[in-house]
């Protein structure tokens, strides 16, 4: 393995997502700013990942196609252009227009994924995509810190030209020191894409590719319906995922309006909850685990969650750094639990066949639910302050009942074989 190359990527990846932290927790607040009422803020929340589901299969299939770095190159520049248009972003609509051209940008993580396939082999991909995990972690720690920071000193211009700074290095270290990982790959100049030879694949409109890719999501749902595991657990990972985001894009506002609390205090409150984040699992979830089993730790998540989400509107105005923190604490430790514990039942309740089929089917699910959970937390949020945070926990503890359900269905040893029942 040509360790170079995978610590650049990691790196690239590292301040994109610093660039991205920095922005995120102060995107409601300034929208309201600007006069966007409750559908508007969730559109603006949303528009992000609407562009990450429509790009990041066709930024892979393109690095299938023209290599990874090209890719990578042209998607960085995107995203550093998109920061640098939100820092004059002035208007809803130009707001609205930043972060959907940062969605398109950000939606390189498949190309960066197999990035990393091209370049270890089975025993070490596991852990390089561990460190891809970190690299999430930390841009979540150190993102909001700056963020917060930055808006309360300098103001929201800074805010946008400090992230886009940071991607443009990334830019710069990607086209210095960032080789091309894809052998199979069609060679191609700066800028023009390789003729393409009379046997070449024919050319396919974005229309055609996504066409398929509904239909191959359809064909996903379908064989992950047939097992009642499989499809108790894509229902799970769709109602835990749209309550977090429903509970998350309301957070920002409540801090701010109930709490009192600066941008700068918001950033500190985000890398509160991500060092918590990466202290579970960094480590202590494996062993939590090996302790417990995957199905009480899943309980347990649901429980912890409901507990850091059902009381958040509850706590006195003055106790956001001492009650707060508590229940925040539990938030963290849920989320940190449900979610990597989620993917992984998917994967031993997966028929061995088709585990990249199900898992990918999962990610579209997840996606799914982050467009449409920012729309029900301001929606909720502007009704009443309290709605967003009682409809998320009451979705927790459905959760619960589903995790609950699953003792039934034993896994066993080797993780594939399952006791399967028909849906």
């Known amino acids: 393995m040509k360790r170079s190359p995978l610590v650049i990527l990691l790196l690239t990846v590292l301040l994109d997502l610093i660039g991205f932290g920095i922005v995120l927790p102060l995107l409601p607040t300034y929208a309201k700013d600007l006069g966007a009422n409750p559908f508007m803020i969730g559109l603006i929340a949303a528009i992000f990942s609407i562009m990450q589901f429509i790009f990041s299969p066709l930024w892979g299939k393109l ?52 990035y990393i396939t091209d370049v270890t082999d089975s025993k ?19 993102g909001p810190l700056i963020g917060g920071i930055l808006k309360h000193n300098y103001g929201i211009q800074m805010v946008g030209y400090v992230s886009s700074s940071l991607i443009f ?48 999501y359809g064909e996903g749902l379908k064989l992950a319906f047939s097992s009642r595991p499989l499809a108790l657990l894509m229902i799970a990972n769709y109602i835990y995922t749209f309550a977090i985001v429903n509970m998350q894009v309301a957070s920002i506002l409540l801090w701010k309006e109930y709490f009192s609390a600066s941008d700068q205090q918001i950033g500190y409150i985000f890398a509160y909850v991500g060092i918590w984040t990466v202290i579970v699992q960094g480590g202590l979830i494996g062993k939590l685990i090996k302790m417990l089993g995957e199905h009480k730790l899943f309980l347990w998540g649901h429980l912890f969650s409901f507990i850091g989400i059902f009381f958040v509107p509850f706590a006195p105005p003055t106790s956001l750094f001492s009650l707060g923190l508590v229940i925040l604490f539990f938030f963290a430790i849920g989320t940190s639990l449900v979610n990597p514990i989620n993917m992984s039942m998917i994967s031993l309740y997966s028929y061995k066949e088709k585990q990249g089929q199900i898992l990918g089917l999962s990610q579209s699910v997840n996606s799914f639910a982050r467009i449409m959970g920012p729309f029900s937390g301001s929606i909720l949020y502007g009704m009443n302050f309290h709605a967003p945070y009682v409809f998320a926990g009451i979705l927790t503890l459905i959760g619960a009942i589903i995790a609950f359900s699953l003792f039934k269905y034993k896994i066993e040893a080797l993780g594939h074989s399952v006791e399967v029942s028909n849906a």
Not at 63 to 72: A, F, N, T
Not at 90 to 98: E, G, H, M, N
Not at 188 to 195: D, P, S, V, Y
């Open 124 to 142: 070490s991909r596991s852990g390089a995509m561990g460190m891809m995990g970190a690299a999430f972690g930390l841009g979540f720690i150190i």
């Open 63 to 114: 690095s299938d196609k023209i290599g990874r770095r090209p890719v990578m190159l042209i998607s960085i520049f995107i995203t550093a252009v998109s920061y640098l248009v939100f820092s004059q972003a002035s208007t809803i609509p130009l707001l609205i227009f930043a972060r959907g051209l940062s969605g398109i940008g950000s939606a390189n993580i498949a190309a960066a994924q197999a």
């Open 169 to 216: 290095i990334d830019f710069i270290l990607a086209v210095f020191l960032l080789p091309e990982s894809n052998k199979f790959a069609e060679k191609i100049k700066f800028g023009f894409l390789k003729k393409r030879t009379a046997d070449s694949e024919p050319r396919r409109s974005t229309f055609i590719f996504l066409g398929e890719k509904v239909k191959e």
